[in-house]
């Protein structure tokens, strides 16, 4: 460890803490632990362990959160965004239904490339109809609709800009931007 501040070693040694209050609370009850305890004490101090484990593991689990959420937020592994220029049509190519092509939503005009995820973008998945277009309007109705899938979102209300602009930031922070969506 270099610095005895960095947010990793915080965050590394979080777990290692709350290891150590588990081992201190076992040991507690092995070293009060006679042949003079009632089933009833054991089975409190059962309790009171399990409870230990359950909260430590909840915390473990938040720490692992937090982690994992500074360690993607300024993700260093995205290229410098583009702006070539893709038309609609050209866009349609990329819908996933070649899976020797990369896959491409277009959010608000950007279009990103979503090849790594196959599994929600790609042909037959959840969130295909997304693929090889701009559908800003669907993704703020989060609305699943082909008639939703256009890029015009002029119609949506507070909330519905909201979700589009949540999406927006989402694609952001994990998608590179190949370019932008001209008229044909
Ligand atoms: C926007 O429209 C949706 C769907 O009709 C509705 O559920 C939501 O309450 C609306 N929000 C606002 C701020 O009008």
Partial sequence: MSSPNSWYETLTSTPALVAGAIGVS????????????????????????????????????????????????PSTELAPPKDDPITPSQLSQFDGSDPSKPIY???????FDVTAKPEMYGKG?????????????????SSLDIKDAVPDYSSLNETQMHTLNQWESFFEKRYNVIGKVTSE
Avoid: C, P, W
């Fill in 125 to 141: 998945r959840g969130y295909n109809i997304f693929a090889g277009k701009d559908a800003s309007k669907g993704l703020g109705m």
């Fill in 26 to 73: 076992i040991a507690a009850i092995f070293a009060v632990g006679g042949t003079n305890r009632t089933a009833g004490q054991v089975k409190e101090q059962v309790k009171e362990v399990a409870h230990t484990l359950a909260t430590a593991e909840d915390s473990k689990g938040k720490t692992a959160q937090v982690a994992a959420s500074v360690m993607s937020a």
């Fill in 105 to 111: 939503v277009a959010i608000k005009g950007r279009v």
